[in-house]
């Protein structure tokens, strides 16, 4: 897994599937770190705080560290 930080000046919406019309599990807040398990796309997959779901790849920088 990656750790990516969030670099969007908004909040992201964690999503359930890879898709804008999917439930909102989570919402992860500007600068926060996320662990990225997976990609479908240009969406990732993504653990966060606890939370699992999907979120557009474009909202996050590079990677921080691989874990």
């Not at 019309?21 to 993504?46: E, F």
Request: charged share 20%; no cysteine; aromatic share 8%.
């Amino acid at each position: 897994p990656k750790v990516k930080r969030h670099s969007s000046k908004t909040r992201v919406s964690l999503r359930e599937d890879p898709t804008t019309q999917s439930k909102i599990v989570y919402v992860i807040g500007q600068g926060d770190g996320v662990t990225v398990t997976g990609a479908s796309g240009s969406w990732y997959r993504i653990n966060a705080n606890g939370h699992t779901g999907y979120a557009m790849s474009e909202f996050f920088d590079a990677d921080v560290s691989a874990a």
